[in-house]
């Protein structure tokens, strides 16, 4: 359905990008008790159409990366780099979708989608069937006139990703977008993230605490340090397309999420300390099965 | 359709939604108390009514109540008919007229100040202590003054009421206006929004159910403000009646006062419980 959308591109006949470049990034935070280090010289190079996730423990400055690409807060040192420009504030070609769904609430399904428009200053009505389409894709046809309040966690975090999408944003940046959500509705949300992302090629950046919807959504997994956030590793998850709920109780997939959660206790990957722990556990369940 | 991704919403119908639409559930002492939801309750609510008027008219009566004592409520009744027109119009007109030009002004300005200083944090905590100064001490007391200086036509009134009302809608405003959400703010900035579109789009909307609360006891407040400051120091207007025919031992007219003086009360509740519903339903 959303096929629109390339359609559109192609009349555009403009060659739309959305590579993300952030280098040597480092951060601080002034609070009332001092300096906080929240960011250690991170470089990162994202490329166009790439779904990046981004994990480590709480307070590790996962967060706070993603608010720099996307212009609200800004850097210490170090820049990021948007197709070729840095960024200094709030971009047009990057979209956000934040923790639980921030619906104004004092605004009708379609007026919240039609916000940004409002924002910008862009007359939305081209935009009608585009949004109408992205509703049908998400499920919410015949809910444009509801309010927020009358929504359930899951429908107001989709209306979300409408409203994000619909100006055609390059890049979307998601902060921890489905931790408010039950486990249930958060796999309904992360395939419906895969297919939107699939059939329109968006460049995703993607903050969460939950390694195994890293791996179920991302291409590769960045994972920080603690506090403060360096790059401890990026994995490379070459697992096929499109993933299923399933699969994330594959071995492969059980093996990366194993990689990746050794890596965020340990600070760094330890291939050996992985193998060790996966004989460990390995062994366990050999002996429960043979009891 | 609701349940394309297995979604179960709650419906909200046409008679569940009596219960949902809470409006201004936080109008402090006045708490939401919605008209009859269908006809019994509201043949209920009319008998009960009829029931109290009736009773009292059967005391007095019964009891020889004399009327300086408590006039009849059926003799109110007349009163109220008979005079309304030659004898109290004028005066409720009086009252209105100082009730709107003072609440105009101070209204204005209370929202006006509220928006602006809390913008700025060091200059609220600069502000706030006269606010509380002039939210809690009666305005009544500078009628006296007032009128000393100003004379007794309405101006003295009007800078009364625009004394009581203006702060409690400052006050209340302020506080809608500080309730600022970090997350909304960076939604609102994500798409490149200016100061003023935040303040038009984000911050105004969020404050708007404590500025209708604000402007509901701040009228109220005005009301009060306005007929104590005419028993003071006014010939004229709804409170100067009420020290004119309680000198007289007029009851049922002064009674009538009083009934008019209610109405217009519940008058400005009725308004503001509409406006809420109206602007500030979201907020259940």
């Given at each position: 359905m959303v096929q629109t959308e390339r359609a559109m591109n192609a009349t555009g006949g403009v060659e739309r990008s959305g590579v993300v470049q952030v280098e040597h990034a480092t951060k601080y935070y002034k609070t009332n008790t001092g300096s906080v280090h929240a960011l250690e010289d991170i470089t990162l190079d994202i490329r166009k159409g790439e779904f990046i996730a981004i994990v480590g423990p709480s307070g590790c400055g996962k967060s706070t990366l993603l608010w720099a690409m996307s212009g609200l807060h800004d850097l210490t040192s170090g820049k990021v780099v948007i197709d070729g420009s840095t960024v200094t504030g709030p971009r047009p070609e990057i979209g956000m979708i934040f923790q639980e769904a921030n619906l104004l609430p004092w605004r009708n399904l379609q007026k919240n989608i039609e916000f940004p428009f409002e924002i910008k200053k862009i007359d939305s009505k081209p935009y009608q069937p585009r949004i109408q389409d992205l509703l049908a894709e998400v499920g919410?046809?015949?809910?444009?006139?509801?309010?927020?309040?009358?929504?359930s966690g899951g429908m107001q975090q989709r209306a979300s990703i409408v409203r994000c999408l619909a100006f055609d944003p390059d890049i979307i940046l998601m902060d921890?977008?489905?931790?408010?959500?039950d486990a249930f509705t958060r796999d309904e949300m992360n395939l419906l993230i895969q297919k939107l992302w699939m059939e329109t090629g968006k460049t995703i950046v993607f903050v969460t605490h939950n390694v195994s919807e890293a791996i179920l959504l991302a291409d590769r997994v960045v994972v920080l340090t603690p506090r403060p956030g360096r790059v401890a590793h990026i994995f490379d998850?070459?697992?096929?397309?499109?993933?299923?709920?399933?699969?994330?109780?594959?071995p492969p997939f059980i093996e990366k999420i194993f990689e990746i959660k050794d890596t965020i206790i340990q600070g760094s990957y330890r291939p050996e300390h992985v193998a060790e722990v996966t004989r460990k556990v390995a062994g366990v369940s050999a002996r429960k099965a043979g009891e | 359709m609701s349940d394309v991704l297995g979604d179960n919403i709650p419906t909200f119908d046409s008679s569940g939604a009596e219960n949902q639409?809470?409006?201004?559930?936080?109008m402090s002492a006045l708490a939401d108390t919605g008209f009859a939801s269908n006809w019994k309750e509201a043949l209920i609510l009319i008998l009960v009514a009829c029931g109290v008027i009736g009773g009292l008219e059967i005391i007095v009566r019964v009891f020889d109540v004399p009327a300086y004592t408590f006039p009849a409520p059926s003799e109110i009744g007349e009163s109220l008919w008979r005079n309304?027109?030659?004898?109290y119009w004028p005066h409720l007109l009086v009252t209105l007229k100082v009730l709107f030009l003072g609440y105009f002004i101070g209204a204005s300005l209370g929202i006006l100040l509220a928006a602006v200083i809390t913008q700025f944090p060091f200059a609220e905590k600069i502000v706030t202590p006269y606010i509380l100064l002039l939210v809690t001490t009666p305005m009544i007391a500078l009628v006296p003054l007032l009128v000393q200086k100003l004379?007794?036509?309405?101006q003295p009134r009007v800078i009364a009421v625009a004394l009581a009302s203006g702060p409690m809608v400052m006050i209340n405003a302020a506080t809608g206006f500080r309730r600022t959400d970090l997350a909304k703010l960076a939604l609102a900035r994500s798409y490149g929004a200016s100061t003023f579109q935040i303040f038009t789009k984000v911050r105004f909307p969020l404050a708007l159910p404590m500025i209708i609360v604000g402007l509901m006891v701040g009228a109220i407040f005005g009301l009060l403000t306005a007929v104590g400051a005419e028993i003071v120091g006014s010939g004229e207007g709804l409170g100067n009646r009420l020290m004119y025919y309680s000198s007289r031992i007029q009851m049922a007219n002064f009674w009538s006062i009083i009934v008019i003086l209610a109405v217009l009360g519940i008058l400005i509740y009725v308004i503001f419980y509409w406006i809420g519903k109206r602007w500030a339903s979201w907020q259940a």
């Open positions: 919410l046809t015949g809910f444009e006139t509801k309010f927020p309040r009358e929504l921890e977008p489905f931790g408010a959500l998850i070459d697992l096929p397309r499109p993933r299923t709920i399933e699969e994330t109780y594959s | 639409e809470v409006g201004l559930s936080n309304f027109r030659p004898l004379g007794f036509g309405i």
